[in-house]
């Protein structure tokens, strides 16, 4: 629902009235769960009928379990996404209000209020016969065994009965005061704008979640739980010592608050069409949770000039409409609202042990951080031609960001192996060109098409820590390097048992994976960077009467990424699934293959597959 109202008061009073109300309602009953599945691995029989993969446990004891009363525990991904049944509703109700009164010829003043409200509802309901409920009661039914068979069920710690219901409600107000002075005149040859104005805006959010076990739909009914045992473990399906813990958040409610005010003011004079200066300041103040007035505040300014070289007198060409230059520079500031100058904790309970409160410290005391800040000198062209048929407009721009906030290793005696600090600066440059050409008009028929084109290239030019060459591997900022960079070690192919190794720089000497910890930073290369330098899209529409055809597509290139790792699985196959001349096979030359001899265990040597994901065997571009 969309109304929109303009209302004249008086000649020179006007308002202005918005409404939007919004409903939605949808269903999220994909399985994303099918991601993990072997490529082997059977969805359907022959005959169309769902085919049951193993649960849990071994097959001969489940069956013992469910001759005792317990639920089967077979499982078929397909089953489980068309059982699904979750649900998100939303309502939002979005309203303003705005005055402008103009006193005197060329001055305004206005006033703007903003109220918007909104609730959003996710139910994800799993059945009796739903997997999901059944490996829960069956994990926490507390069985006796005689040797190895479990003969008697001494207890159901969750129902046995009924579904489970999770349940999500948030809750969201907001509300913003915009008032704004705008003076604009002329004075010869020159005309000149002046704006002044602040706001305040507030926004306040609630959200609370619970899961109902043992739910009966038709009665409305639920049952009880002792959660703190499940957390803290109680026997189980096993019939053995060993407990069985419900990692599963209690019941619970957050809140969010977040306010702002803002000053702002833009100034612009021009001259007889041709030249243009301007000028824009601006003041953000928030409400983080900080003691230091300093990291709340955000200045920013900006200020140009352009030249509209179409309108001069010595420039005579009637297939030129328009052409201007503009030249601009100014300062941002960028904060990470979850981070402060200030330690920060939050409450807590512990629901897996004693359930005393305790104080998680979520940010250690930084006294020395700031605001990011990026001084930005910007040159753009924008020119059109034939009767507004093609129009070209460039930026050209370097930045310079000063204190980039980045995760960075800490000495790990202080209580922090790792900090979130000001830790950068960098150097970025680029060009975004948009292209539109207009090929076909008429009456009924009209033909356009946009293309948009970026190019980036950025490098860090100084650091305020020490990298050690585990952040490097990450990617954190490194001087000399872009934001997202590839780090890599030289791969040294499969040795004669089939195992990973790697070389150092200048060494071709194969080294086994288990050395891998032997690397330095100067042992690696830099392959390129993870995020595309260039990239844009196309976009055409064609029109005819009241039909409309849009076609768009995106690109980028010129990034790199990495491969997937082959990684063992517990039943003798690789999770991805790799020909002879990728893997390694007994007998054959295999120090160019990086599919190593394949171990069927349930956890792998995290050296081994360092080895083999950091390595640059495993990054293609792009």
Not at 15 to 36: E, K
Not at 335 to 361: C, F, H, Q
Not at 541 to 557: E, G, P, S, V
Request: proline letters at 4%; charged letters at 25%; glycine letters at 8%.
């Amino acid at each position: 629902l969309l109304l929109n109202n303009d209302i004249n008061l008086r000649h020179n009073l006007t308002a202005a009235v918005n409404l939007r109300a919004t409903h939605q309602y949808s269903r999220r009953n994909g399985n994303d769960i099918a991601t993990d599945l072997e490529p082997w691995k059977r969805i359907l029989n022959d005959d169309g009928s769902y085919y049951w993969e193993p649960g849990r446990v071994d097959e001969t004891y489940a069956a013992h379990l469910e001759a005792l009363g317990m639920k089967n525990w077979n499982r078929n991904r397909l089953e489980e996404m068309r059982m699904n049944d979750k649900k998100s509703k939303m309502y939002n109700l979005s309203s303003s209000l705005k005055i402008a009164w103009k006193p005197v010829e060329g001055l305004e003043l206005s006033t703007q209020g903003n109220y918007e409200f909104g609730k959003t509802e996710d139910i994800d309901w799993y059945s009796e016969d739903h997997y999901f409920t059944r490996n829960l009661v069956n994990q926490f039914t507390q069985v006796r065994r005689e040797g190895a068979v479990p003969v008697e069920i001494l207890k159901y710690n969750v129902p046995s009965s009924g579904g489970i219901k999770d349940f999500t409600n948030e809750h969201l107000v907001s509300y913003s005061v915009r008032n704004m002075v705008t003076y604009s005149g002329e004075k010869g040859d020159f005309t000149y704008k002046v704006m002044a104005g602040n706001e305040f805006y507030s926004l306040e959010g609630t959200a609370y979640s619970n899961r109902l076990w043992g739910y009966d739909p038709e009665l409305l009914t639920s049952q009880s739980v002792n959660l703190t045992d499940l957390q803290n473990g109680v026997p189980g399906y096993t019939g053995t010592s060993t407990k069985q813990k419900l990692y599963y958040d209690t019941p619970g409610t957050s809140e969010t608050l977040e306010r702002y005010t803002s000053w702002f003011g833009t100034a612009s004079v021009n001259y007889r069409d041709r030249y243009d200066l301007f000028g824009s300041i601006r003041l953000d103040q928030t409400n983080l949770l900080t003691n230091a007035s300093e990291f709340r505040n955000n200045p920013s300014w900006s200020v140009g000039v352009k030249w509209n070289m179409a309108h001069e007198d010595f420039f005579k060409c009637d297939r030129v409409d328009d052409l201007g230059i503009r030249l601009a520079y100014g300062l941002t500031g960028n904060i990470d609202k979850t981070t402060g100058p200030d330690i920060v904790g939050r409450a807590e309970i512990d629901t897996y042990g004693t359930m005393l409160n305790y104080l998680d410290i979520t940010n250690p005391a930084n006294p020395d951080l700031g605001w990011e800040r990026t001084y930005s000198w910007n040159l753009g062209v924008n020119a059109v031609f034939f009767g507004n048929r093609l129009s070209i407009d460039a930026d050209f721009y370097n930045k310079k960001s000063k204190k980039l906030l980045a995760t960075v290793e800490n000495d790990p005696t202080t209580g922090w192996s790792s900090v979130y600090k000001n830790s950068a600066e960098v150097n970025n440059r680029g060009i975004d060109l948009t292209l539109y050409g207009q090929f076909l008009k008429t009456a009924s028929v009209k033909w356009d098409a946009t293309l948009q084109f970026s190019y980036n290239k950025n490098e860090v030019t100084s650091l305020s820590y020490t990298p050690s060459i585990g952040s490097v591997y990450r990617g954190s900022p490194y001087k000399g390097q872009p934001i997202g960079y590839l780090a890599v070690h030289r791969y040294g192919g499969l040795d004669e048992n089939g195992e990973p190794t790697f070389l150092l720089k200048g060494d071709d000497t194969q080294h086994p994976y288990s050395e891998i910890g032997s690397l330095t930073i100067d042992d690696l290369e830099f392959a390129g960077r993870t995020t595309p330098p260039v990239f844009g899209s196309f976009s055409t529409n064609i029109r005819y009467c009241d039909f409309t055809l849009n076609i768009m597509a995106t690109y980028k290139f010129g990034h790199k990424m990495r491969l997937p790792n082959p990684r063992a699985a517990m039943f003798g196959m690789w999770t991805e699934w790799y020909g002879e001349e990728y893997r390694w096979v007994a007998g054959q030359d295999n120090r160019d293959k990086w599919v190593p001899y394949h171990q069927t265990q349930t956890y792998e040597d995290s050296d081994r597959l360092n080895c083999l994901q950091r390595s640059d065997a495993a990054f293609r571009s792009l």
